[in-house]
Every structure is written in C-alpha cells, then in structure tokens.
C-alpha cells in the first residue's frame, strides 16, 4: 500500500515515514474498498451482475484508484450489455493507472469491430427513444424500439426489463415472462426483473410448480436430437390393458380441477383487479424515476449554458472596457474569462491556476463575482490537491524551487493545509542552506498556530530551535 500524498511505501503505522502524513483512516477506506470488491467478484462467479454493480460502485466510490475493482465494474457493465457505462469505468482506469492497465485490452476489444460498436451505440439510442415513447404513453411504438434494441444488443438487462413492463402493462402475461426469463437468464439475480417475473406469474395465474414443469419441457425440447437415418422407429402397439386405477385418480384431479376453476372465477378476479393496479403504480414509479434523470440531464445542460452564456457576456464586457481604456478592469475581466473558457474546456486545474492571478474582486459586478465564486468552489479543492502532491513529490526528491513554485500554487486555494505549509517553510529552509529565514520561520510559526498537536507541527518547532 502506497502513501497517498508522496506515494512511498507505508508500513504498519498510522502515518508515513517520507511525508509524515495521516494515514490510518486511509488505510481502513483501502481495506473497505478492497472488501467490497471481493464481495462483488464472488457475486460475479454466481452471475448476480447487478448485486456486483452495486458492491463494485461502492467500492471504487470509497477508494477511486482500486483499478480491479473498476475494471470489473466494467466488465459486469459490458456484460449486461451497457457498453457506455463500460467503457466510461474503463477510461476512468486508463486515465489512473495508463501503463500495465487491463482497461486498455478492454477499449481495444470493444472499438476493434466498429460495426458492432456503432451497433451497440444505436440499441442505446433507441432505447431511449423507446423510453421517451413509454413515457408518453406511446406503448406500441415503445414496444417496436425495443424489440430492435434487444435483437442489436442481446445482453441489454434493461431493455428486456422495460419490454416485460410493457408486456405487462399489455396484459399479454405470456410474451412479458419470455422476455423477464431472458433477462433472468442474463442477470440472474436482479431483484427487479424478479418482482416484475413475479407480478407476471401472479397475474397469469401461474403456479411455481407450473413454470418448473414448463421449463423442463422446454429444455427436454432443446436436448432432444433430431433422429438420423440409422435411427430405427418402432411403431407402438394398438393393444392396451384397461388400468382401472388410472380412471379412479382421473376422477380425482377432474374434481380438483372443477374445485380449482370456481376458485379461480370467483376470487381470482378480484386479486387481478388489486394486482393490475399495483403494477400500473409500479409502472407510474419508474417512469417518474425516467422523468428524474431527464431532469438531471437537463439541468447540467442548463449550467453548461449558463456558462457559455457567461462567457460570452464577459467577452463583450472585456470590449466596452477596451473601448473605454479601463486598463485595470479589463485585466480582471480577460482573465476570468480565460478561466470559463478552460472550464468548459474541462480543464480544471488550468482554470484554477487562472483564478489565482486575480488578486481582488473589487470592481466587478455582482454577476461576474458570483461567476470567479462558483469557478473556485468547483475547481480550487481538485487542483489544490494536485498542485501539494506534486510539491510534495519534488520536495522528497530535492527539487526545491520547482516544489516551492507548486506549493506555492497550492496555498492559493487551500491556505490552511498544514502538509502544504509546512513543505514551503521546508523549501525556504533548505533553499537558504538549511538556515532559517523570515520566510521559512513565518510558515513554520502558521503551521504550529494551525496544528498545534500534529506532527508537522513537532517538526517544524524542531527546526525553529
């Protein structure tokens, strides 16, 4: 296991020796993370994909970097026939760790045969077509979209899931548990193509022992081979002996049969009634849940224009004011719009490295003081990270100034980190011959005010004395 801030090698205690950072709690996330990835592999071995997607997403979401972890994630993705999602958890993969990476195999498999590439992007397509027709109540056209989805993309879970509801929506009982089947047989404990499987058992009337004698008809059916000409055929004989026993035991199921049919007209149509209604408010919930993630979708759109819409205000601002020789508001106003345009550029650390050039806001108005707020809030904590990691690093290898020019950075959007104060005071330090100065005892002094009890804090008293 690897320290989080200057990657060395950690030991069994509670803080690193290169760097001296904290890492018991981060140690326990690791051994979570890991946890739940190895709960998630053994669901994959027992083929309950969405039980492993969960175990896996909260995996990965404890501990990003589990690179095992995320590419089975995918894998479970890809199997259930969501390449997006895949091959997202597979960039993600390559991005953290690019070299000896799985993840690379994996992309490289999937865009090898573009056809079906482009294939399976087309089944997402009208998916969601199919979803936007369900949602308006277009069940028929729905139900076209995804018989084209499932014969492009086979593995589709969640296009059989929502076939099957429409099915069932249809009261055709019959074509909506082929359809669950199939996506059983894929996902084989997905807890909501089972509710769905039994809603449609119980509003068909099917008993469990019906089905299980069904299925093994049906696979009796699929076994058998057809007969070669070597085959002999023996025809049956004509003659049978009267079996007296038979007639008595066809008498009693005829009976049971007779008691079985003025149950089901009698009490059957009231229990058919409760559970059409159940499952039309099962169908009004999700499609309420479809109507949520079009609304999510529609926001962040709605920020990404607000941003842009920004964008452009600030580059007319930044012209009024040339045109009036504002030089020093013009200055302010350039360089925040240098920083939108990184961030809709998603370059998130350049666009905080912008933000620190402007040294005041005063000036600006309201509008384009909320527009540098929101920039920092988004940006500053990632690149802040970023920039103290890295002065870590060369600080550990003795590049001092080009840490100091790092960390420096860092300071600017995260002041209080004790690790980042304490390495510039290191930096001064070692950069004056190991002697100290005003510089090094001001960063050292704010690290003892900050964190009095912390190691960096012993430290750097150790190096004022």
């Known amino acids: 296991m690897k320290c989080y801030r200057c ?65 089975l994630l995918g894998l479970v993705y890809y199997e259930m026939g969501e390449v997006v999602n895949a091959l997202k958890e597979w960039v993600i993969s390559k991005n953290l760790e690019p070299e000896g990476n799985l993840a690379d195999k994996y992309i490289r498999d999937v865009q090898s045969n573009q056809n079906r590439f482009e294939a399976l992007n087309q089944s997402i397509r009208k998916y969601n077509v199919a979803l936007n027709y369900a949602n308006t109540g277009k069940v028929d056209m729905a139900i076209i979209q995804l018989k084209k989805v499932i014969n492009i993309n086979e593995k589709f879970v969640k296009g059989y899931q929502l076939l099957g509801l429409l099915y069932l929506y249809k009261e055709e009982y019959d074509k909506a548990r082929r359809i669950l089947s199939k996506a059983l047989d894929i996902d084989g404990y997905n807890t909501l193509t089972i509710k769905y499987l039994e809603e449609t058992k119980e509003l068909a009337g099917i008993t469990a022992k019906e089905l299980k004698k069904e299925q093994a008809r049906e696979k009796k059916k699929e076994e058998r081979q057809a007969l070669s000409g070597n085959d002999v055929i023996i025809p049956k004989s004509t003659y049978k002996e009267v079996n007296y026993s038979f007639f008595t035991f066809l008498y009693v199921v005829i009976g049971i049969l007779i008691g079985a049919a003025m149950v089901f007209f009698l009490v059957t149509p009231a ?174 002094e704010k690290v003892i005010e900050i964190a009095p009890n912390s190691e960096h804090a012993g430290w750097a008293r150790s190096r004022l004395n």
């Not at 709690?25 to 994909?49: C, E, H, P």
């Not at 492993?52 to 995996?59: F, G, I, P, T």
């Not at 999700?286 to 979708?297: G, Q, R, S, V, W």
């Not at 009024?320 to 106003?333: F, G, I, R, S």
């Open 271 to 444: 229990r058919v009634k409760d559970a059409r209604t159940e499952q039309s408010d099962s169908l009004k919930s999700y499609m309420e849940d479809i109507a949520k993630l079009n609304i999510t979708n529609s926001d962040l759109e709605k920020q990404i224009e607000s941003l842009t819409s920004e964008k452009e205000s600030l580059s007319a601002r930044v012209t009024e004011l040339e045109n009036q020789n504002a030089v020093d508001n013009t200055a302010v106003y350039n360089t925040l719009l240098d920083a939108v345009t990184l961030y809709l550029n998603n370059d998130r650390t350049g666009c905080a490295d912008k933000l620190t050039e402007i040294t005041s806001t005063e000036g600006l108005s309201a509008q384009y003081v909320n527009v540098y707020n929101t920039l920092t809030t988004q940006t500053y904590p990632e690149a802040a990270t970023t920039h103290i990691n890295n002065g870590g690093r060369l600080a550990n290898s003795g590049q001092w100034e080009a840490a100091l020019t790092e960390l420096l950075l860092g300071e600017k959007m995260s002041p209080n980190d004790v690790y980042c104060l304490y390495n510039i005071g290191k930096c001064y330090y070692e950069l004056n011959g190991q002697q100290i100065e005003e510089n090094s005892k001001k960063y050292f």
């Open 7 to 71: 990657g060395s090698e950690l030991s069994e205690l509670s803080y690193c020796n290169q760097c001296g950072a904290e890492v018991g709690a981060y140690k326990k996330i690791i051994i979570m993370s890991n946890t739940y990835y190895n709960m998630g592999l053994q669901k994959v071995q027992i083929r309950d994909l969405s039980g492993a997607a969960e175990l896996l997403k909260r995996s990965v979401g404890l501990y990003k970097k589990n690179i095992e972890a995320r590419n």
